[in-house]
């Protein structure tokens, strides 16, 4: 499977964007679905993810996104977006999305994910 990640940009605080993560190959619904970000000089961080149909299309979020951030997962069109509001100047990072068969309980784990996109820029001014 591959990855494209779209939707980045600049944004005052307060405001939105919604991340795209276009996927081909693979039926996108058997993957778990995971967004992540890494901000300049900082770890590679979980922001969310989503689970594969067979565990019900479960989400988890990262405690510093929850109630602003929310996933979710379009089959027919294998993609998978990161909606973003009331956005931060603390959430300005590159934003990453990625794949995993492994064990939904190890979602939140970068090492987990196999298959990575290439990365969209997130900036929030304040």
């Known amino acids: 499977v591959q990855l494209q990640a779209s939707g980045g940009g600049l944004v005052q605080a307060g405001g939105s964007l919604r991340l795209s993560c276009a996927t081909s190959?693979?039926?996108?619904?058997?993957?778990?679905m995971g967004w992540f970000r890494q901000a300049p000089g900082k770890e590679r961080e979980f922001v969310a993810a989503?689970?594969?149909?067979?565990?019900?299309?479960?989400?988890r979020y990262a405690d510093s996104v929850k109630g602003r951030f929310s996933i979710s997962r379009d089959n027919a069109k294998k993609t998978v977006y990161l909606q973003m509001d009331s956005l931060k100047p603390e959430d300005t990072a590159v934003y990453y999305c990625?794949?995993?068969?492994?064990?939904?309980?190890?979602?939140?784990?970068?090492?987990?994910?196999?298959?990575w996109g290439q990365g969209t820029q997130v900036t929030v001014s304040s």
């Open positions: 190959g693979r039926t996108l619904s058997n993957f778990h």
């Open positions: 989503i689970s594969r149909r067979s565990y019900g299309d479960s989400t």
């Open positions: 990625a794949v995993t068969q492994i064990l939904w309980a190890y979602a939140e784990e970068a090492q987990r994910y196999t298959t």
